[in-house]
């Protein structure tokens, strides 16, 4: 019974711990969602990227603290050019021609790095030691604790930013109602591209973060497959709902993993959050906080 | 103060919509631009805001000047920051802000924020049932208030120009009355440039003080409002009235000639 206990808080606490660098990644696509309506299915490619500009600054003999710097400029810059040369000249289009366009966006960004620097998986330690804390019955690596300290203070940042400053409050604006956003003296396309800015910063430190914890390789593009229930659970444009969907996310995984992996041999921790997803789909389609579209009667 | 000398708009480099429209726009006045759907009108005060180049238009002949300053061709944003505001057709409040955001988008080109809480004040003076809506989604409130709101968003920038994109659409007749009446005093206190567009020609006609008409691209009939109540066309096709000053019965004008459908 008390056995019981302890594993499933165990279970409950690296879930949430876990989901909540999920929510990281998942806070990049939602701010260049909220800002331009633009689905990014690049996203996993850019949390790779960041983690390949981290480990490439290192092994150019860079501290530490410099090759973070490092991939977040990059990052910023990456993001500037790509929001310039691919995403603008799709402004106005049809979405499916801006979701196509982040797909094959995501193909190229993940053949870069293999091209370029070989496709051997490279480690990132972060000087953070690795002695983990102990909650009880959970054990929560280092690494983890960051995640969840950097994950938290971005929900605080951005939230104050959208809902207290005039700037957050002019890209709000711009996601309305672009044309009238536009009358309103706001320069619809510097918005664009600070929104997307934002969204490389969040990237380069969820890159970092899931890059040191599990290694620099093409494979960490996945990681952007986990974005997708997250934002379905929490709203596509909700930064709180980022937060709560991924720690749902994380829990679900977490949990499936304890108790169902056991009988069927392993797996259920993928497939467990888009049963979520799709049910969420089916009963409720913006999400926990996603914005409703509004239909005066 | 805002002049339109002999423009010429085009959509789409073939399309064209405008064909030599001049006119002239003054301070602490109401100036009203009549006609039907798809007269031009809207597409005049895109050409004035700047936001044609949105929708594929552009100015192919004639100028645009705000205070003998040429602004056609600049960008919509730019546009606003030398005065001019624009209020569109069917109100277009951020419907997913609050009033009081809307308010601050609208003030987004005040450099500080105490202009931007003077700003608030006054349009909470002019329109006090909008201070009581202030925390609420502007999705959600009502369609007169959606308009005041829109009137007051577009007051945040401290314009020297206001363009009003048919305010009566879709309001009850009172509630234009009273939004009409609001617009009449900014122009007078504020001394603000106002330019009206409206299909509704009797309003239009009874708060402004100089009027065009415009018929398919180009303006046909210009004047102060007295001559343009007293011009027999005016009243016969924009406020129904015939020569003696009644009403117009419907009787006179349908003349439907029944005829076989299911020959043709």
Redesign the interface.
């Known amino acids: 019974m008390w056995d019981e206990a302890e594993f499933a808080f165990a279970l409950l606490v690296s879930g949430l711990a876990i989901g909540l660098m999920y929510s990281l990644i998942a806070l990049g696509f939602v701010l260049i969602y909220k800002a331009t309506d633009a689905i990014n299915f690049a996203q996993g490619e850019f949390v790779m990227l960041a983690g390949f500009m981290a480990t490439t600054a290192l092994a150019a003999q860079m501290p530490i603290w410099a090759a973070i710097a490092a991939a977040i400029l990059g990052m910023i810059a990456l993001s500037f050019v790509l929001e310039r040369t691919v995403l603008r000249p799709l402004l106005?289009r049809p979405v499916v021609a801006v979701i196509m366009a982040t797909i094959g966006l995501a193909a190229i960004l993940r053949g870069l790095p293999p091209i370029t620097i070989g496709a051997q998986t490279k480690a990132l330690p972060l000087p953070i030691g690795d002695e983990p804390i102990t909650l009880w019955s959970a054990v929560i690596p280092p690494v983890q604790v960051v995640g969840v300290i950097v994950s938290v203070g971005f929900l605080a940042v951005f939230t104050w930013f959208f809902l207290k400053s005039?700037m957050g409050?002019?890209m709000?604006?711009v996601?309305?109602?672009?044309?009238?956003?536009?009358?309103?003296?706001?320069?619809?396309e510097r918005y664009f591209a600070i929104a997307w800015a934002m969204a490389g910063v969040v990237s380069a430190l969820g890159g970092i973060i899931w890059g040191s914890m599990l290694g620099v390789d093409t494979q960490l593009s996945l990681i952007g497959l986990k974005v997708f229930p997250v934002v379905i659970l929490g709203g596509l444009d909700s930064i709180v709902g980022a937060v709560i969907g991924g720690l749902i996310v994380g829990v679900v995984e977490s949990i499936a993993a304890g108790y169902l992996d056991p009988y069927v041999g392993g797996g259920t921790k993928d497939f467990a959050p888009y049963v979520l997803m799709i049910l969420m789909l089916m009963f409720k389609p913006y999400g926990l906080f996603g914005?409703h579209r509004?239909e005066?009667v | 103060m805002l002049s339109i000398n002999n423009i010429e708009v085009v959509y789409d480099s073939v399309i064209l919509v405008l064909r030599g429209v001049s006119l002239e726009v003054k301070p602490g006045a109401i100036t009203t631009l009549l006609g039907a759907n798809g007269a031009g009108k809207t597409t005049t005060l895109k050409a004035v805001s700047g936001l044609l180049r949105t929708e594929r238009g552009e100015v192919t002949k004639g100028t645009i000047t705000l205070e003998s300053q040429r602004i056609d061709g600049m960008r919509a944003f730019d546009v606003t920051k030398l005065g001019i505001a624009q209020v569109f057709e069917g109100r277009r409040v951020f419907e997913h802000l609050t009033t009081q955001e809307n308010l601050i988008a609208g003030g987004h080109i005040q450099r500080h924020q105490r202009k931007i809480r003077e700003g608030i004040d006054r349009v909470y003076a002019y329109f006090p049932q909008l201070a009581q809506r202030r925390d609420q989604l502007s999705g959600y409130l009502s369609g007169g208030e959606q308009q005041m709101l829109a009137i007051g968003r577009a007051l945040m920038s401290q314009p020297k120009v206001i363009l009003l994109d048919e305010p009566s659409l879709g309001l009850a007749p009172m509630l234009v009355e009273e939004i009409f009446a609001i617009v009449g005093r900014l122009a007078q206190q504020e001394k603000l440039a106002v330019l009206l567009v409206e299909q509704n020609a009797t309003m239009a006609l009874a708060v402004a003080h100089h009027g065009y008409v415009m018929e398919s691209g180009r303006i046909v009939l210009e004047g102060n409002v007295e001559a343009l109540r007293a011009n027999s066309d005016i009243r016969e096709f924009y406020l129904g009235l015939n020569e003696i000053g009644s009403r117009k019965s419907y009787r006179d004008v349908k003349h439907y000639k029944r005829r076989k459908r299911w020959l043709s």
């Open positions: 106005g005039r409050i002019a709000r604006a996601a309305d109602n672009q044309q009238v956003a536009m009358a309103m003296g706001i320069n619809v914005t509004i005066r």
